[in-house]
């Protein structure tokens, strides 16, 4: 009986992945150009960081997710931002790899603040390895040997930001659904569907060793799947942040009324950011499933590095640390 409940979930939740297959990290309120690209040169200084995640640990073919993203301001008074994101992503025998080149302009608007709209355009590369998959009909040539399919993408995003708050707004994944779901080679891959963000977060001062962020992220498609995610972290003594998050599965646009109430992605996360040197710091964040496959997987881990190069100078904005 336990085996039969097992595979049952294993089909809603692979349902649900294709439905909504939006890569999905725990530690984004550490550089939001995981999600806006209007993110990109926030730090000023350059940034680099690299992302691992493996999602639900044990579960065989559960999706796992490296990305690298580097980004900084540059010309003058750092009203330019210009950033790469590369994200490699594997779920079952489908594989996708993107690129993203992020531009932001960012205006002034206030002595500590600015307004960034931003504008990320790349290509998605999708792979699909046949030789793993379990097929009834052999001689089907979809499922023979690697294959690949490629697509154009697009994002765009607006920010806001100052020493002491932050909000923006994306949208993710604009254009592969749109060119692609009529395509009969693409018929055959998981399409990211189109993704809306929106984030909001403040610092507040406890005392001079100590740090609060809260911080809010809604996520959800034109499918009805997305997630809502509350954050308290707290930063201590400028070296070490700790944090936990709830994530809730949402469908504000009542498009489901199936898969949603069995197969939440309600999660308890906790985090922490170290800076093991003025400018490199490493994060961690586990996730505990609170949905019906928590009796099946280790939960999911993930780990981040990140280095920040360069002199901070003092420019027309924004000449507090960068806290968001």
């Known amino acids: 009986m336990k085996k039969m409940i097992f595979l049952l979930l294993l089909c809603l939740s692979a349902g649900l992945v294709r439905a909504q297959h939006e890569v999905i990290y725990s530690q984004y309120m550490f550089n939001n150009l995981l999600i806006n690209p209007a993110y990109a040169g926030y730090k000023e200084d350059i940034n680099i960081t690299l992302l691992n995640r493996n999602q639900w640990v044990g ?44 531009y932001a302009y960012r205006l002034p608007v206030g002595e500590n603040s600015r307004l960034s709209f931003g504008l990320g355009l790349g290509a998605i590369q999708f792979t699909l390895n046949g030789n793993n998959a379990v ?15 490629f697509s154009p993408d697009a994002r765009f995003g607006i920010y806001f930001s100052n020493d002491r708050f932050y909000a923006g707004a994306s949208v993710n994944n604009a254009l592969t659904k749109i060119l692609n779901e009529n395509k ?14 929106l984030t909001v977060g403040g610092l507040l001062n406890v005392n001079e060793s100590l740090k ?31 944090g936990a998050s ?16 069995t197969f939440q992605q309600n999660s308890l996360i906790g985090l922490v950011e170290v800076f093991i040197a003025k400018s490199v710091r490493v ?20 780990i981040s590095v990140g280095l920040t190069i360069g002199k901070k100078e003092k420019y027309n904005a924004l000449t507090s640390p960068r806290y968001f």
């Open 184 to 197: 009969e080679r693409a018929k055959y891959v998981i399409l990211p569907p189109t993704n809306f963000f």
């Open 59 to 102: 579960i065989k073919d559960a999706p796992t997710t490296q990305s690298f993203i580097i980004d900084g301001a540059f010309f003058n008074n750092k009203n330019v931002g210009l950033g790469l994101s590369v994200m490699n992503d594997k779920v079952g025998i489908q594989g996708q790899t993107s690129f993203m080149a992020n």
């Open 135 to 149: 097929v009834g009909d052999g001689s089907d040539r979809n499922f023979s040997g690697q294959q690949t399919y």
């Open 246 to 261: 709830y994530r809730m599965g949402v469908d504000m646009l009542k498009n489901n009324q199936d898969i949603n109430k």
């Open 212 to 242: 609060f962020k809260p911080s809010l992220m809604l996520r959800q498609d034109p499918n009805g799947y997305g997630n809502f995610d509350t954050n308290l972290s707290f930063l201590i003594k400028e070296t070490l942040w700790l």
């Open 283 to 302: 994060g961690y964040a586990f996730d505990y499933s609170l949905s019906k496959l928590n009796g099946y997987t280790g939960g999911s881990h993930e």
